[in-house]
């Protein structure tokens, strides 16, 4: 049984004006509503309401993949910048490609695809004459 939440108890600071630095509706109504704040350029917070509705969304998405016999994984942000140069993406992202060092001298990437990962994973496993596509 769920306990409901009141209004007055629920962290949802609304606007009653468009910020000036909002352009796009969606971003306004966000940031109106109380769901979003903005920390920097690019980045923001979520706020109760929008971590909710993230939940939900997430939940419904989750049970149609496990109905269609799909599997869940997750996977770090930190990935191997060796993958990244063997794919050649490395110097296509640039400087915007989030590039560190661990404390033993290795090149990381913060990945923000995984598709190196994945094809990696798969020359691993799958031999040439299997059906891994």
């Not at 920390?39 to 309401?49: K, V």
């Not at 990935?79 to 560190?100: H, P, Q």
């Not at 798969?122 to 596509?133: E, F, G, H, K, R």
Request: glycine fraction near 6%.
């Amino acid at each position: 049984m769920t306990r409901a939440m009141y209004m007055s108890k629920l962290y949802a600071p609304t606007l009653k004006e468009d910020p000036a630095d909002a352009e796009l509706a969606s971003h306004r109504l966000l940031l109106r509503a109380g769901m979003i704040r903005k920390e920097a350029a690019g980045l923001y917070s979520y706020l109760p309401l929008a971590w909710r509705s993230i939940r939900k969304i997430e939940n419904i998405v989750r049970d149609e993949m496990d109905a269609a016999g799909a599997q869940e994984l997750m996977m770090p942000i930190m990935v191997d910048a060796e993958l990244w140069r063997e794919s050649g993406r490395i110097d296509a992202y640039g400087k915007e490609l989030v590039r560190f060092d661990d404390r033993h001298g290795r090149e990381f990437v913060l990945g923000p695809t995984h598709e190196e990962t994945v094809t990696a994973w798969c020359a691993m496993s799958c031999v040439p004459t299997s059906s891994c596509q």
